[in-house]
C-alpha cells in the first residue's frame, strides 16, 4: 500500500556532502513518522535519525551535528541532509515510514565516502 523510493545517493570523497531523499506514495503519510537506517556491509541496520509526526527529531549520536532529517507533508518526503561526511558513513540508507499497520521500509540507496 505504501512505496518508499530513496534517492541521492553516490560517493563523496570524506568531508563533503549529500542529500539523500525518499518519497512516499500509494498512502500519504500525513503525520505519520519518519526515518533512516543505514547498514554497512557486514554490520546490522543502524539507527540515523528519525522524526515524528510534530516534527521533533532524533538522532544518532555518530551523526548528530551533521546530518539534518527533514519532511515536507505536502509532497510526502522526507530528506537526509548529510555534511561533513565520514568513511564510516559508508552505508546502504533506508528510509522508513511508520503508521498504524507498521512499518514500511525503501529500497536503499548508496552512500560511498572514500578518504
Known amino acids: 500500500q505504501v512505496q518508499l523510493v530513496e534517492s541521492g545517493g553516490g560517493l563523496v570523497q570524506a568531508g563533503g556532502s549529500l542529500r539523500l531523499s525518499c518519497a512516499a506514495s500509494?498512502?500519504?503519510?500525513?503525520?505519520?513518522?519518519m526515518g533512516w537506517y543505514r547498514q554497512a556491509p557486514g554490520k546490522q541496520r543502524e539507527f540515523v535519525a528519525h522524526i515524528n509526526n510534530y516534527g521533533t527529531t532524533n538522532y544518532a549520536d555518530s551523526v548528530k551535528g551533521r546530518f539534518t532529517i527533514s519532511r515536507d507533508n505536502a509532497k510526502n518526503t522526507v530528506d537526509l541532509q548529510m555534511n561533513s561526511l565520514k568513511p564510516e558513513d559508508t552505508a546502504v540508507y533506508y528510509c522508513y515510514l511508520d503508521r498504524y499497520t507498521g512499518r514500511s521500509w525503501g529500497q536503499g540507496t548508496q552512500v560511498i565516502v572514500s578518504s
Open positions: 500509494g498512502s500519504t503519510f500525513g503525520f505519520s513518522a
